[in-house]
């Protein structure tokens, strides 16, 4: 029996995607349109630039999906660092040339699950990234927000904070340190 | 040299964060490649940034954006370079969208027949890739199709517009625009028939030069669409210079 294009994994939906089938950006959508309109809404703070850059995300992904290799990483982290680079263009008035796929096998982490579990899922992770943030120390905590959501460099954090460059760099490490640490713990993330 | 390496190494996090500066980032990844402990470094820490996404409060999008992203979908046109064994018949999924309730309703038939149009307009090169599409051509006086024309930094610009007269709603898909200058934004204006500029949105396009616009405003009353640059990020009420982008409404 032919499975319902809703019950196909991710790795599946990409293989649909790139073989130029429409419907598969349904599913795609229902699966992780709130969370690509959610982090573009939390950069941008503007409802209305934040649909802007879920239409290009999708359409992006849609794009470029023959040369996404699910086996390197997964296709949430992937459609949502697009969403995330667009948006800090958006919000920076730039236009630089992302390559999400560059680091992606770097940076794979799965949270995917099947339909009926992805929303507790996903809100149990949306728990334990808070939490995980929550306990850093505040300039650590600014640190990677301002770096991740603001798209600022450590440069520019460093000269916005007005705080050697060293520090903030020392600071995000350390914040990185803690996250990976507590994440892995709480079994979001894969210990290496 | 540990001191350099170490320097490398925290720099290397604000490419894993996204966060580093254009200019870096050739001499990053190069160093990437070269050093292993580089790369386990990345590799670990790289996982927290596949989940700060998750951080925010879910926040419900309106309905329709799922139409709007179907039907951007179906005007950038196929997807490129599949690989053979992948290679199936484009979908046409229309019905489905017909029967989503009210109020998206307007706009998922827009949506419809744009795919309608996308895949009819798209036929030729899915008749090339094996696909056995033979969709319904759209009726002329519903469905029509313009051109946008630059001039001066925009003259390489490739503009063209899909006008939805029964939904009044209108794509425009632009290729090659320049990037806006810094603190700049593009705005969309309808120029009516008395010469009055109407604004229908602000953009950015992608680090490639494109961009699809969706224009919401009917453009019954109007003669052109034109493009300005004005200043980020909200555009202006009116257009502060000449549009060196614009296309007659057919």
Not at chain 2, 44 to 49: A, H, K, M
Not at chain 2, 84 to 97: E, I, K, M, N, T
Not at chain 2, 165 to 183: E, Q, S
Request: hydrophobic letters at 40%.
């Amino acid at each position: 029996m032919t499975p319902r294009k809703s019950d196909l994994s991710d790795p599946d939906l990409v293989q649909a995607l790139a073989a130029g089938d429409v419907d598969a950006v349904r599913v795609l959508y229902a699966r992780y349109g709130r969370l690509a309109y959610s982090l573009a809404v939390r950069i941008l703070g503007d409802p209305g630039r934040a649909e802007e850059v879920v239409q290009d995300a999708f359409v992006r992904v849609w794009r470029r999906a023959a040369s996404f290799d699910a086996g390197r990483g997964s296709l949430r982290t992937w459609l949502l660092t697009v969403v995330r680079n667009r948006a800090v263009d958006y919000l920076r008035g730039t236009a630089r040339e992302w390559d999400e796929l560059e680091l992606l096998g770097e940076v794979r982490a799965e949270g995917e699950g099947s339909d009926p579990w992805r929303e507790v899922s996903q809100s149990l992770e949306r728990a334990a990234v808070r939490d995980a943030l929550a306990v850093l120390p505040l300039e650590q905590r600014q640190a990677v927000e301002l770096a991740y959501f603001g798209g600022y460099s450590q440069q520019e954090i460093s000269r916005m904070v007005n705080v050697p460059l060293g520090t903030i760099k020392s600071r995000t490490r350390l914040a990185l340190e803690k996250l990976c640490s507590y994440l892995q713990g709480r079994g979001l993330i894969d210990g290496r | 040299m540990a001191g350099e390496h170490e320097e490398l190494e925290n720099a290397i996090l604000g490419l894993a964060l996204g966060s580093a500066e254009p200019e870096d980032r050739p001499r990053l990844l190069a160093h990437l490649q070269a050093c292993s402990s580089c790369r386990e470094l990345v590799g670990r820490l790289g996982t927290v940034t596949a989940v700060l996404p998750l951080e925010p409060d879910p926040v419900e999008p309106p309905a329709r954006l799922r139409e709007r992203v179907l039907a951007a979908v179906a005007a950038s046109g196929p997807a490129p370079a599949a690989p053979p064994r992948h290679r199936q018949p484009l979908a046409l999924p229309l019905p489905r969208a017909l029967r989503v309730p009210l109020p998206g309703r307007r706009l998922a038939q827009a949506a419809a027949a744009l795919l309608v149009f996308a895949i009819g307009v798209g036929a030729g090169a899915a008749a090339v890739r094996g696909g056995p599409l033979a969709p319904p051509a759209p009726v002329p006086s519903q469905v029509e199709r313009f051109a946008l024309r630059g001039t001066g930094s925009m003259a390489g610009v490739q503009g063209s517009a899909v006008y939805l007269r029964r939904d009044g709603l209108t794509l425009v898909d632009l290729k090659d625009m320049p990037p806006a200058p810094a603190g700049r934004v593009y705005e969309l204006w309808l120029i009516s028939d008395g010469g009055r500029a109407v604004p229908a949105g602000v953009f950015l396009p992608d680090a490639g030069g494109s961009k699809i616009v969706l224009v919401t405003r009917d453009l019954a009353g109007s003669r052109e669409l034109a493009v300005t640059v004005e200043p980020g990020p909200d555009g202006s009420s009116q257009p502060t210079q000449q549009p060196q982008l614009s296309g007659r409404i057919a």
